[in-house]
């Protein structure tokens, strides 16, 4: 049975479209109905951006599938690219201009989307396109939907954290970021920072993928089989529909990151922030540093230890949980610790030692934490991911022969890496990260690297001169499920 068929009639008339009388059809459940050489549908909730009134006509803006213009009845559903369509009917009477419009407007409230979006806006990132796409395929959707915005370009690193950090909330329904993953990350964090903190990380976000990893919008429009284009994260964000998202606190005595992507150290980090150095290349600087690190592989020493999701208890030896107290690594390239944040959120109130720790110790090529299955756009990390089961995924990899790892490292658009023989995947609560020096060289350490930001440098790693957060020294990782909120592509779905 067709949608329209199961829901009663809220208004019917006779309208003019492209100048000939038709009989239009607008359902409780939110589809419209007419004929146009075929019959037609319009789903009001899932495509419609917008109503607008243009003198004697009734302009309905809407997105839809590339291909199918107005939707015939059978069409709506599926993934695919999404195309700009407008339906455009002139009633036949004043009062019947009135009640159409009415009728729509009515709908399209009871919905409770956002109005009044905070957006930021990052021109460095990337490829720098990030202003162009919001100038020319976001703010004409949002003229269109009716959403009133204030626009902030990022003008610096952490930039976005500030202005989250002392924002009017009350002003806004959301905050959209049209970047990469980092600024979603600062807003995050400033949020966090807050006194109201418990209240501000509620307000829900969005993101527009303008960057270079784009893992979390990525991992949000394939969740629902849709591409990862601007045009699916933007009638997202509009149509308003939310889902809870875990936040990780990584801690070091009393310095803490929060982090909604990634951890890496070992080759995953090495390429992320190595590779930086041939930015220029673009996108493909990933994959060309990777065979590069690849062919003079290296392994770290050092251990990793965790609280094991249920089902995972076999992974590691049994261990036991040591508090590390405040860190004393006097590296100078460590920025001075953060004081405790009284006004703050301070991570999950849960007991570490009481829980059943493993642990695994090294050397290891990688040591890969996911919060959600993508790290970008062609990166399917941790394809067993969830965005709120309280757990994240981790990715092992140990010894590991070049060409067998090269051919692992294909797998990654894929998610077939974690088949591998040579990767362990397992979901933890809570997770230690003891990082040490090269196993084929003890006078160099590595990288520490958390949602694309370096968190901790060690000895004669890439840039070691330049100040960190933390130190190369033990981290702790703790999960707090369903913290933060994200604007997701359907409705009802892991949101509480």
């Known amino acids: 049975m067709d949608r329209h068929d199961s829901s009663r009639p809220v208004l019917s008339d006779r309208v003019l479209i492209n100048g000939v009388v038709t009989p239009l059809t607008f359902f409780a459940d939110g589809v419209l109905l007419w004929t146009e050489r075929r019959q ?69 409230d009871s919905l409770e989307r956002p109005r009044r979006l905070l957006v930021f806006v990052n021109p460095f990132g990337g490829s720098k396109a990030a202003s162009k796409i919001f100038a020319n395929e976001v703010k004409p959707l949002f003229y269109v939907a009716g959403v009133q915005f204030t626009l902030h370009e990022t003008q610096y690193q952490l930039h976005a954290k500030e202005v989250v950090k002392t924002l009017d909330l009350s002003k806004y329904d959301g905050i959209v970021c049209v ?30 993928p303008a960057g270079t990893g784009n893992g979390m919008v990525k991992s949000l429009l394939d969740s629902v089989g849709a591409p990862c284009k601007v045009t699916n994260a933007v009638l997202a964000i509009i149509r308003g529909h939310k889902r809870s998202l875990d936040v990780s606190t990584i801690w070091q005595g009393k310095t803490k990151f929060f982090s909604v992507l990634m951890l890496a150290w070992g080759l995953v980090a090495d390429v992320d922030i190595e590779s930086e150095k041939y930015r220029w290349m673009g996108s493909a600087r990933l994959d060309i540093y990777a065979i590069q690190r690849i062919v003079h592989l290296r392994q770290y020493n050092g251990s990793i230890s965790f609280v094991p999701a249920p089902g995972f208890e076999g992974f590691g030896e049994p261990t036991s949980y040591e508090d590390g107290g405040e860190s004393t ?30 642990t695994i110790k090294g050397p290891f090529v990688s040591v890969w934490l996911h919060n959600v299955p993508w790290g970008g756009e062609e990166t399917k990390a941790a394809p067993d991911a969830e965005f709120s089961d309280g757990y994240l995924d981790v990715i092992i990899m140990k010894a590991c022969p070049k060409l067998s790892l090269l051919s692992l490292m294909t797998g990654l658009s894929s998610g077939a890496h974690v088949k591998s023989p040579y990767v362990l995947y397992f979901k933890v609560k809570a997770f230690v990260l003891e990082p ?26 890439y840039k070691c001169q330049q100040k960190t957060l933390m130190s190369y020294n033990k981290l702790q990782i703790t999960v707090d499920q369903g913290l933060a909120t994200l604007f997701t592509p359907e409705q009802n779905i892991h949101f509480s």
């Not at 419609?48 to 009134?53: A, I, R, Y």
């Not at 004697?56 to 839809?64: C, H, Y």
């Not at 949020?191 to 976000?205: C, G």
């Not at 001075?336 to 030692?353: A, F």
Request: aromatic fraction near 4%; charge should be negative; include cysteine.
């Open 179 to 208: 970047s990469g993953d980092g600024i979603l990350v600062e807003v995050v964090n400033g949020l966090l920072e807050r006194e109201d903190w418990d209240t501000a990380i509620k307000m829900p976000l969005g993101v527009v």
């Open 329 to 358: 690594n006097t590296d100078p390239t460590q920025e001075k610790p953060v004081k405790v944040r009284q006004l703050g959120y301070e991570g999950p109130d849960i007991s570490l030692e009481n829980m059943n720790w493993r």
């Open 436 to 461: 040490g020096a090269r196993a084929e060289d003890p006078t160099k350490e590595g990288i520490v690297d958390s949602d694309g930001e370096v968190l901790a440098r060690g000895k004669g790693a």
């Open 40 to 108: 037609r549908t319009l789903i009001v909730e899932k495509e419609v951006l917008g109503v607008k009134v243009e003198g004697p006509k009734i302009r309905i803006g809407a997105l839809v599938h590339a291909g199918a213009g107005i939707c015939c009845v059978a069409s709506g559903g599926g993934g695919g690219a999404l195309v700009r369509r407008d339906l455009v009917f002139e009633p036949l009477s004043e009062d019947s201009r009135k009640l159409w419009c009415q009728k729509l407007l009515e709908f399209i």
